[in-house]
Nanobody, 122 residues
Framework: QVQVVESGGGLVQAGGSLRLSCAAS????????MGWFRQAPGKEREFVAA????????YYADSVKGRFTISRDNAKGTVYLQMNSLKPEDTAVYYC???????????????WGQGTQVTVSS
């Protein structure tokens, strides 16, 4: 069992930056690949970024590639999402999730946080 808690969301102007954090507790953090997903009002939850257990491999949705960076600190049990050059279309609730495999596929993630709201104003 893994518990994940997101933080760092907020309101930012277009072009600005935010860093989301996800603290995981429970079973060994380094045993899990981690992912970030987002869900905008009226839309399905979508993949944003993922990172392998060691942090050696990362994956990004095309819509965020070059603007967002996922990283992790296994000693602290935390995964981060640095979001730069934010756009109004990035507005969504952002969720952190844990999986036994590094994947972009939503249903392969077993443990989810409650989400943190990110709002980008134009």
């Amino acid at each position: 069992q893994v518990q994940v808690v997101e933080s760092g969301g907020g309101l930012v102007q277009a072009g600005g930056s935010l860093r989301l954090s996800c603290a995981a507790s429970g079973r060994t953090f380094s045993s899990y690949s981690m992912g970030w997903f987002r869900q905008a009002p009226g839309k399905e939850r979508e993949f944003v970024a993922a990172i392998s257990r060691s942090g050696g491999s990362t994956y990004y949705a095309d819509s965020v590639k070059g603007r967002f960076t996922i990283s992790r600190d296994n000693a602290k049990g935390t995964v981060y999402l640095q979001m730069n050059s934010l756009k109004p279309e990035d507005t969504a609730v952002y969720y952190c999730a844990a999986s036994t495999v590094a994947t972009v596929t939503l249903f392969r993630y077993d443990y989810w946080g409650q989400g943190t709201q990110v709002t980008v104003s134009s």
